[in-house]
């Protein structure tokens, strides 16, 4: 891995059944505090593509991957924030995705995994 991207040796392992990842996500996007961040990113390339599935296999045992060969949506749920990345190869630009409920999140950890997850496009 890249040494730009050590930023996630600081990020806890997660894990969560499937039913309570459903859970989650479900409770945060149900809610009407619930806080949608979008983020418009570089389209990836390998590199992004390679860096990504290191930092995400480095901080959750099973995140998902759906879509096919030209789109791909990652999503994980860290510490009550529920991230989306997707990248279309149609468009120029992949998103980032971040929504939580304020009071239920750590602002700190939200900062941490902007920061790890944007530095993957930023070095690119």
């Known amino acids: 891995m890249n040494e730009n991207y050590t930023n996630n040796n600081y990020l806890q392992k997660q894990i969560y059944t499937k039913d309570e990842e459903l859970k989650i996500k479900t409770l945060i996007e149900k809610d009407e505090m619930c806080i949608c961040q979008k983020y418009n990113m570089p389209n990836w390339t390998n590199t992004i593509y390679d860096n990504l599935n290191n930092i995400f296999n480095n901080i ?3 995140f998902r ?12 749920i860290y510490n009550n924030i529920y991230i989306q990345i997707i990248s279309d190869s149609d468009i120029t630009q992949s998103e980032i995705i971040f929504k939580y409920i304020e009071s239920q999140c750590n602002i700190n950890d939200l900062d941490l995994l902007k920061k790890t997850l944007f530095s993957v496009f930023d070095k690119e």
């Open 60 to 62: 959750y045992e099973d």
């Open 65 to 76: 991957i759906d879509g096919e060969e030209e789109y791909s949506v990652y999503s994980m």
